[in-house]
């Protein structure tokens, strides 16, 4: 079975400009999570999506939106970014219940 | 704002040895789990604990958990070299399935 698939893996980006990144979860899996982790912040809890809907929204600016797509796929952007959005994002896969949450490599954005 | 804090922060022990780490948590919980990170790469899944549940075994892991004192701790048995990495406890709570981590326990192993 394969794992959870998050695409690119390193990005770099200047301040002001947006960003999409995308998340592929483990078949048969319906729900995605995202988190941000910075060295400073520790790993936060950005938004989660189950069956195409927003079931959670973390303490983030409006600046950082999401969406699950019908094959449970999800994206994130984030626009107009600031330096302080460097970060490595993760996203997370599972069945939607309390259970096991697999998480993918991550994406490494950095903004100069 | 973290829901869990792990002790200690760092962690440096002889291969062969154990390494234990311990995690606090503030309010009620339905899971703990516990991951591994490499290096800023990604969270490798480790163990799932219910709250219903006091002790899970998986491999050279052995994780407790104790909801009455709101603490969860992780036991690596004969450490190995592969075992260097940042560990994490995460838990959710009846209300939403969104995950709080702490802020990690960081283990060295020395050849």
């Known amino acids: 079975k394969a794992g959870v698939t998050q695409t690119p893996r390193y990005l770099i980006k200047t301040r002001g400009q947006q960003v999409t990144l995308s998340c592929s979860p483990i078949?048969?899996?319906?729900?995605v999570s995202w988190y941000q982790q910075t060295p400073g912040q520790g790993l936060q809890f950005l938004f989660e999506?189950?069956?195409?809907?927003?079931?959670n929204k973390g303490n983030f600016p409006g600046r950082f939106s999401g969406r699950q797509f019908s094959n449970s796929r999800s994206e994130m952007n984030v626009s107009t970014l600031e330096l302080g959005d460097s970060a490595l994002y993760l996203c997370?896969?599972?069945?939607?219940?309390?259970?096991?949450?697999?998480f993918g490599p991550g994406t490494r954005l950095t903004v100069l | 704002s973290q829901q869990g804090e792990e002790d200690p922060q760092a962690l440096s022990i002889q291969e062969g040895e154990n390494a234990t780490m311990n995690c606090s948590y503030k309010?009620?919980?339905?899971?703990l789990q516990w991951y591994r990170q490499n290096s800023g790469r990604g969270l490798v899944h480790l163990i799932l604990?219910?709250?219903?549940?006091r002790e899970k075994h998986s491999g050279r892991l052995r994780v407790t958990l104790d909801t009455s004192k709101k603490s969860s701790s992780l036991l690596i048995t004969a450490s190995r070299a592969a075992d260097t990495a940042s560990y994490f406890c995460?838990?959710?709570?009846?209300?939403?399935?969104?995950?709080?981590f702490g802020a990690g326990t960081t283990v060295t192993v020395r050849a």
């Open positions: 078949s048969g899996h319906r729900s």
């Open positions: 999506y189950f069956s195409e809907t927003q079931r």
């Open positions: 604990i219910r709250s219903n549940e």
């Open positions: 997370a896969s599972y069945s939607g219940g309390f259970d096991e949450q697999f």
């Open positions: 995460a838990t959710d709570t009846s209300n939403d399935y969104k995950l709080s």
């Open positions: 309010t009620s919980i339905n899971n």
